[in-house]
């Protein structure tokens, strides 16, 4: 079974530029987590989609991060502008999410250097 | 909404010795409560997880309690090996929001 597919790997830009994530979940995973994880710190969620649509974005810095999921399937997160505390690994996640069966599977991420 | 608390933030044992990794939650309609290891660069890995009906869950070396009353619960790694020095991070799920919060992770570094 293919995992959770993440690009890229690695992405350095300057702080107030653009960027943008991807990530493809695991084949009829209908929830599908975008998690912020700064160095040394606990993955923090962003967003969680349940299928196209937005179940929490409560911490999620709207006048800079969107996120969207438009087929339900993959998703995009962007920051615009970027700044220097943005600098983390972006962790995309899937999961069934139906009772009983709540496992979380990760993707690699995608690790962000603001400079 | 809920709060993961997670200590300590490094555990240092000698190789052999147990590791003991405790937590506390806030939200009583947490219901599920999944372990990760993330070694460095890598992504979080499930190693084990403990519903709430259950009081306690065993997996070879690896073993996880959970106090439902007292809203706690704990890693336990016996026969500890260098293989196992990661970051390990405690989570709750409420399968009422579907939320999944970390802890803020336990380094732990078992010489050799």
């Known amino acids: 079974e293919a995992g959770v597919a993440q690009s890229p790997r690695y992405k350095i830009i300057e702080k107030r530029q653009s960027v943008a994530f991807w990530c493809n979940p695991i084949?009829?995973?209908?929830?599908l987590y975008w998690y912020q994880q700064i160095l040394g710190q606990g993955p923090k969620l962003l967003i969680q989609?349940?299928?196209?649509?937005?179940?929490?974005d409560s911490q999620l810095p709207k006048d800079r991060f969107s996120a969207e999921r438009l087929k339900g399937v993959d998703s995009t997160l962007k920051i615009q502008p970027a700044k220097l505390e943005d600098s983390a690994v972006y962790l995309c996640a899937s999961s069934l999410n139906r009772q009983g069966d709540e496992k979380l599977f990760f993707g690699s991420g995608t690790q962000l250097s603001v400079l | 909404g809920e709060n993961v608390e997670q200590h300590p933030s490094t555990l240092s044992v000698q190789e052999g010795d147990s590791a003991v990794i405790k937590c506390t939650y806030s939200?009583?309609?947490?219901?599920?409560f999944p372990w990760y290891k993330q070694e460095l660069g890598k992504r979080p890995q499930l190693i084990i997880d403990i519903r709430s009906n259950v009081g306690e869950k065993k997996d070879q070396r690896i073993a996880v309690t959970l106090n439902k009353t007292a809203k706690h619960f704990s890693l336990h790694i016996t026969e500890t090996q260098p293989e196992d020095s990661a970051v390990y991070f405690c989570a709750a799920f409420n399968n009422a929001g579907n939320m999944l919060t970390f802890g803020g992770g336990t380094r732990l570094m078992v010489k050799p």
């Open positions: 939200d009583s309609a947490s219901n599920y």
């Open positions: 989609f349940q299928n196209n649509g937005v179940v929490d």
């Open positions: 084949s009829g995973h209908a929830t």
